[in-house]
């Protein structure tokens, strides 16, 4: 007596489901060796240097655009100079460092002035942002 199957396999699923697993690791993969952006929406074009800064504990980012009317950023949020003393008290008190991101082309005066600011109000360590030469 020859047995018959009353259910009948269909291998295809396999192939799909192998292809499905393919595509989420290359997903997965394609999304962990992307460059991640450090502060978003804010788009600087950082001069160059042949010198790089080694990772600063407890920091927060200042971000100066150029332009004809330089904007700065404090904590992703635009501020004013007169906004920004505030600011940098409540730093210090946390005994943050800062880290100056300004563009290429904003001018000296305004990189220095922040500098100062954040001095004068007693932060001890200001660095000022530069893209590594490659």
């Known amino acids: ?3 018959s199957r009353t259910i009948n396999f269909n ?5 799909l489901v192998t292809l ?5 690791l290359l997903v997965f993969f394609l999304l962990l060796s992307s460059n991640f952006i450090l502060q978003q929406g804010i788009s600087i074009s950082m001069p160059f240097s042949r010198f790089t800064l080694g990772p600063l504990a407890n920091r927060q980012i200042i ?3 150029g332009g004809a009317v ?11 100079m007169e906004q920004l003393g505030p600011l940098l008290d409540a ?14 082309s904003t001018s000296y005066e305004t990189v220095a002035e922040v500098a100062n600011a954040a001095l004068e109000h007693g932060v001890t360590a200001v660095a ?7």
């Open 1 to 3: 007596m020859k047995l």
């Open 11 to 15: 291998f295809g699923w396999l192939v």
């Open 20 to 24: 499905v697993d393919l595509a989420f």
């Open 63 to 65: 971000s100066i655009t």
């Open 70 to 80: 330089p904007a700065i950023y404090f904590r992703d949020q635009r501020v004013t």
């Open 91 to 104: 730093a210090k008190r946390n005994d943050q460092s800062i880290i100056i991101k300004a563009d290429r």
């Open 128 to 134: 000022l942002a530069a893209t590594p030469l490659r």
